[in-house]
């Protein structure tokens, strides 16, 4: 992305700044910037809070980052923590750690592996790796795999613990081409194959190829369209 402004906005330890048209956007430290921002490269390496609206062609967060506004980046990279009060735009979006988005998450390559908290996922890939408790209203995509962080037991911990650990998605609505779920809960599940892995709960599901279900997941319903 070219833009007019040669200028870089750089942060170090605490401070602030106003937003902008900008080059490169960098906080090393704690930072907090006043208004929309349009920048190359939008990197986070510590805590940022951003008081409005980022667009830009790379969004590395190494560390937590807030945007009251909408985030929307060709190339999104999170190691920690983002929230987002707006919504999520993306081309290629890659997560290690939590992600919060109170709107929509839209991306062609969706790969998550943590906890996630969103109104509606759209991607043309989503491989989602559960590590929590995930929530997320409604997911589209053409090809969707969703799974659990294998080689965890939390059982010794849970009585120490008085928040739910397990690894569990819950949805209102799953649809897509090709649709792989473990440890999910959802009303609807609608795709051409649809495969019901382990710990699942689901109300109904309808599919157009083949439909394959773990013995130990719970499938209310299932009709071939």
């Not at 739910?164 to 649809?175: D, F, N, R």
């Not at 009303?187 to 083949?210: N, Q, S």
Request: aromatic share 4%.
């Amino acid at each position: 992305m070219e833009t007019p402004s040669k200028r870089n906005l750089i942060l170090s330890g605490i401070g602030s700044s106003n937003g902008g048209t900008v080059r490169l956007a960098k906080i090393d430290g704690i930072g907090k910037v006043n208004g929309d921002m349009n920048c190359s490269d939008f990197i986070v390496n510590g805590k940022a809070d951003v008081h409005g609206s980022v667009q830009s062609s790379k969004a590395e967060i190494n560390g937590t980052a807030l945007v009251e506004g909408n985030l929307h980046s060709e190339r999104i990279r999170i190691q920690g923590k983002l929230t987002v009060q707006g919504n999520l735009i993306g081309d290629h979006l890659h997560l290690n750690g939590m992600l919060s988005v109170n709107g929509g998450c839209e991306s062609e390559t969706f790969d998550a592996n943590g906890r996630l908290q969103m109104g509606t996922l759209n991607a043309g890939s989503i491989q989602i790796t559960l590590q929590g408790q995930s929530h997320i209203a409604e997911i589209g995509g053409e090809h969707i795999k969703i799974r659990k962080q294998p080689g965890i037991d939390y059982t010794k911990w849970l009585k120490w613990i008085p928040i739910p650990v397990g690894s569990q998605l819950t949805a209102q609505t799953i649809e897509g081409d090709t649709i792989y779920v473990e440890y999910t809960t959802a009303k609807a599940v609608r795709g051409t194959d649809v495969v019901i892995g382990p710990g699942c709960e689901i109300g109904l599901v309808e599919y157009k190829g083949k439909f394959e279900q773990d013995k130990g997941s719970k499938v209310e319903r299932s009709e071939q369209l």
